[in-house]
């Protein structure tokens, strides 16, 4: 068990549709990522969030936001869903101090499908 | 960029026979470099890391990697493998942002398949 919890584990939802992905990272962790984990595209990064700012964008598309709250749990919010944003989308926490080397924690991801 | 590739999709090996899943790096700087395993279904959970010392970094569950400067590369590597070894792994380096804050930039993977 990594520390990180993300709900829901599944959700199969339809095109045009609106969802949100919840991320509480491990207890002390202030960095959260998302990453996006496709069979065409692998693991993407998306966004990163540190102590409720964001730091870093990646491949994320104008369609998907992300926000950080107060108590350091994370949001993903996908709308105007299409079939190929069907994935597996994880979170993962870490210290995230500036400039430390360590590792990602990976939460169990929650599995999208869009019919 | 940073980036790691990963040149083999699959990897088969027989129980008990040593295994290797290999990694090439691409950075500047000095490389941070990582291997995650992803068992179906569930999330990547961190192997091993190498930062800077030894070569040779002994992880999680009896893995290890190596590390290679002049053929940039960073192996993972078992001596006896298990049937329950069988999953998908991947290799990361970090990307310094200019931010001052880090992300992982993942290889493609390999699914590593131990038959009895």
């Known amino acids: 068990d990594s520390g990180v919890t993300q709900t829901p584990k599944h959700l199969i939802t339809a095109t045009g549709q609106r969802v949100t992905l919840r991320c509480s990272p491990r207890?002390?962790?202030?960095?959260v990522y998302w990453y996006q984990q496709s069979l065409d595209q692998g693991l993407q990064f998306l966004i990163q969030?540190?102590?409720?700012?964001?730091?870093a964008k990646g491949n994320i598309l104008e369609r998907f936001s992300a926000q950080q709250f107060p108590d350091l749990h994370s949001e993903l919010n996908l709308s105007s869903l299409e079939l190929g944003d069907s994935a597996l989308y994880f979170c993962a926490s870490s210290v995230g101090l500036a400039g430390a080397p360590g590792e990602l924690f990976f939460g169990e991801g929650s599995r999208l499908t869009v019919l | 960029a940073q980036s790691v590739a990963q040149p083999e999709d699959q990897v088969n090996v027989a129980e008990g026979n040593p295994l290797t899943v290999k990694c090439t790096y691409s950075v500047s700087g000095n490389p941070y470099l990582f291997w995650y395993v992803q068992y179906p279904n569930r999330g990547l959970q961190f192997l091993l890391k190498y930062i800077t010392g030894d070569n040779l970094v002994k992880g999680s569950y009896g893995f290890e990697a190596e590390f290679n400067k002049s053929q940039t590369s960073f192996h993972l590597k078992k001596p006896s493998a298990l049937v329950s070894d069988s999953a998908l792994y991947f290799c990361?380096?970090?990307?310094?942002?200019?931010?001052?804050?880090?992300?992982?930039?993942f290889g493609t993977g390999t699914r590593l398949l131990v038959s009895p």
């Open positions: 969030y540190y102590n409720g700012e964001e730091r």
């Open positions: 207890s002390g962790d202030l960095s």
């Open positions: 990361a380096v970090r990307d310094l942002l200019n931010t001052g804050f880090q992300k992982l930039v």
